[in-house]
């Protein structure tokens, strides 16, 4: 864990341990045993059993539990496969605890931050503020990522209207739809952190936690927009089909008006039982 030493403003690394009164700690617990994370919670700073449960399966939706001493919220951030991974975050008056089962590289290179720029270890607003603004950076990653094959699929449409792409749409709709519930609890977090008299976080923190609650509130509004837009694209891609079918029926019709009379005068000048 890392030590952030207030009284001369220096980081250290330490064995997982209870901070002492001038200190803030950070722990973080990567893919751990159970019986580390109910030693490192339950032996060591005491917290709630069903913290502890819920700390060990991670199988939570965003949310935030208040205990007597202590808080604790899940939030997701977003793997380099682009899926959302769960992280357990407990926090208290002088320590931040994270908790989560797969590698997160922006967790690894905060904490390298936080040894290099003692200040962002300084108080547990800061440390939960670093984590859950970098997690919202990643939204705006999916969001890019949503666009462009938005945009791929657009293409494809506009080049070839059979194309089968309705599956494709249907799954990114889906995942989008999964995503976008997700940011939608995180975003009930973040204000309950902001507007609300959250134990662990300065007054003048409130600002950078709004800061974060408007950029999720306008991912949530891309991914509405995205939404919409493949609905239309199904919709644009049925109309280009109708319009497609409609010039091949012309076609036909013209053809049909040409050659019916000549298939006619034809019929009749080759009858054999024509003797005139």
């Not at 919409?228 to 036909?252: A, F, H, P, V, Y």
Request: hydrophobic fraction near 40%.
């Amino acid at each position: 864990m890392l030590i952030y030493e207030s009284t001369h403003g220096t980081v250290h690394e330490a064995a997982e341990r209870v901070p002492r009164p001038s200190e803030i700690a950070w722990i973080r617990m990567e893919n751990p045993a159970p019986d580390d994370v109910e030693h490192v919670l339950g032996d060591l700073f005491k917290c709630h059993p069903l913290l502890i449960e819920d700390a060990i399966k991670l199988n939570q939706r965003p949310k935030m539990d208040t205990y007597k001493d202590h808080i604790f919220l899940t939030f997701f951030a977003i793997s380099d496969q682009l899926e959302p991974r769960e992280i357990g975050i407990v926090i208290g008056s002088n320590f931040v605890i994270t908790v989560y089962k797969n590698k997160l590289p922006f967790i690894d290179q905060l904490y390298q931050t936080c040894q290099e720029v003692p200040e962002r270890l300084s108080h547990p607003g800061t440390i939960l503020h670093g984590i859950l603004d970098r997690c919202v950076d990643d939204y705006s990653v999916v969001a890019d990522h949503f666009d462009e094959r938005l945009n791929s699929m657009e293409q494809a449409v506009y080049r070839n209207p059979r194309i089968r792409i309705a599956q494709d749409i249907f799954q990114l709709k889906r995942s989008m739809h999964q995503l976008r519930r997700v940011i939608v609890e995180e975003r009930i977090t973040l204000s309950a952190i902001a507007h609300y008299s959250f134990p662990y976080t300065r007054k003048e923190d409130d600002v950078y936690f709004m800061d974060i609650m408007d950029h999720i509130s306008r991912i949530v509004d891309s991914f509405d927009i995205f939404r919409e837009s493949l609905t239309g694209l199904l919709e644009l891609q049925m109309s280009m089909k109708s319009d497609r079918m409609n010039e091949i029926m012309k076609t036909l019709t013209i053809f049909s008006t040409i050659f019916l009379p000549l298939t006619f005068v034809l019929s009749i000048c080759l009858d054999p039982n024509d003797h005139s």
